[in-house]
Nanobody, 126 residues
């Protein structure tokens, strides 16, 4: 069992920045995929970014490319999501997810992640 704890959400103005953190209790698999997803009220859960722990390969959703950066700190078992140039449409609950890495690149499909954090609210005011 892997426990994930997110932090760093909050209220920010349009154009501002936030950094989310996701601390994992342990890394059970030799290669772990860590992902960030978000869900706004009345909308489906959306892929944001993902990273392979073993080699740092990343993937990004089209709506955040060039603005968000995912990274990891091996010593702290923590993944970060640096969010810059935030827009009101980025407002959502952001979830951290984890599972065994299977492909060449990390999955963008929520159903392929078994472990989830509790979520952290990000609100971008216009």
């Amino acid at each position: 069992q892997v426990q994930l704890v997110e932090s760093g959400g909050g209220l920010v103005q349009t154009g501002g920045s936030l950094r989310l953190s996701c601390a994992a209790s342990r890394r059970t698999f030799s290669n772990v995929a860590m992902g960030w997803f978000r869900q706004a009220p009345g909308k489906e859960r959306e892929f944001v970014a993902a990273i392979y722990w073993i080699n740092g390969i990343t993937r990004y959703g089209d709506s955040v490319k060039g603005r968000f950066t995912i990274s990891r700190d091996n010593a702290k078992n923590t993944v970060y999501l640096q969010m810059n140039s935030l827009k009101p449409e980025d407002t959502a609950v952001y979830y951290c997810a984890a599972d065994m890495g299977r492909g060449v690149v990390p999955s963008i499909i929520a159903a392929e992640y078994r472990y989830w954090g509790q979520g952290t609210q990000v609100t971008v005011s216009s």
